[in-house]
Structure formats: C-alpha cells, structure tokens
C-alpha cells in the first residue's frame, strides 16, 4: 500500500512540474541572442544576470516558472545569462547600468535594446511585477508594445480605436 502511495505521489509530483515547466517562458541564455530575438521579434526583454548557484536568482527563476511573475510569451523574451562569464559581464555592462552589488541583476529593455527599468537583488514577486509595470509604462509607444498588441488584435481588426476610416477611390 505505502509502495503505491509513494508511485502515485511521484506521478503527480511528475506531471506538476512538467505543467509548471511547459507553462514559463523558455529563458535565452546568450545575451547577444535575446537581443536579436527581441529586436526581430519587436518585444521587450527581460534579462537577468546571475549565477546557476545563487539563492537569489533561483528566487527568481522559481517565480517566473512558477507565474508569480508574469512574463507573457507575446509581449516578453526572458533571458538568464551567467555573470560568470567574462564575455556575457561585458555585454551586459555595455547594454545595461544596474545600480546595487547584489545578483541578480536585472534589466528590462525595449526592442531595441534601450533600458527601460532595472534592480538588483532579491525582491518578491510584486518587486518584479511593479518593475515590469514601470517598464510597460515607459514603453506604451515602443514598437514591441505596439507590435504585441497588433498581434492580440484579430485579423482585419483596425490598428487604432481612433482611426480614420480608410479612403475609397
């Protein structure tokens, strides 16, 4: 009986963490990567710096699998890259100023690469919501909001409520 139990209970544990897995964003771990896809994609990027070992960014990661901050995949590309690698530091020292001296460091950029809003260290998921909240404000005349929302709109839907009827010939 316990032997059943404890399959069962494996199972479930199995089939949690495959949802879980399945529902958070992919993470891009190459910096140069995420900016590309950002910039092609006309999204706003979500990078965290940090290191495989560190509480603090596990916090992080958790949260984002977990949807305790919500990173949709039509507006956002996620990626975690590792400041232990020297070329990785340098490119995100070069494309982003994080003030504070603890990981992660975090950076949210528009579409082409231009910093929106940043913090370092632990935070709680609403920490994480309200910096992505600021960003999304900063970036309502973005191409990667507009982009985004074009893409919600259904097919044939005009691109703006306030549009002037097209002109027939």
Avoid: W
Avoid at 47 to 61: D, I, K, M, T
Avoid at 74 to 100: I, R
């Amino acid at each position: 009986m316990k032997r059943s139990t404890l399959v069962c209970s494996a199972i479930f544990v199995a089939t949690l963490a495959t949802i879980c897995l399945a529902e958070s964003p992919q993470a891009v771990t190459s910096l140069e990567k995420a900016l590309e896809q950002a910039h092609k994609q006309g999204k706003l990027l979500f990078v965290q710096e940090g290191r495989p070992s560190c509480g603090n960014c596990q916090a992080l990661r958790g949260y984002i699998a977990a949807g305790k901050v919500d990173l949709p995949t039509n507006l956002f590309v996620y990626a975690d890259v590792n400041c232990d690698d020297p070329k990785t530091a340098q490119a995100f020292s070069k494309h982003f100023k994080v003030e504070g001296n603890m990981l992660p460091f975090v950076a949210i950029a528009d579409s082409d690469g231009k910093q929106l809003a940043a913090r370092a260290g632990f935070g709680k998921p609403d920490d994480f919501q309200e910096l992505i909240k600021n960003a999304e404000k900063k970036a309502t005349k973005s191409t990667a909001i507009k982009k985004a929302n074009a893409a919600d709109k259904p097919a044939g839907a005009p691109a703006e409520a306030n549009a002037a009827p097209a002109a027939h010939p």
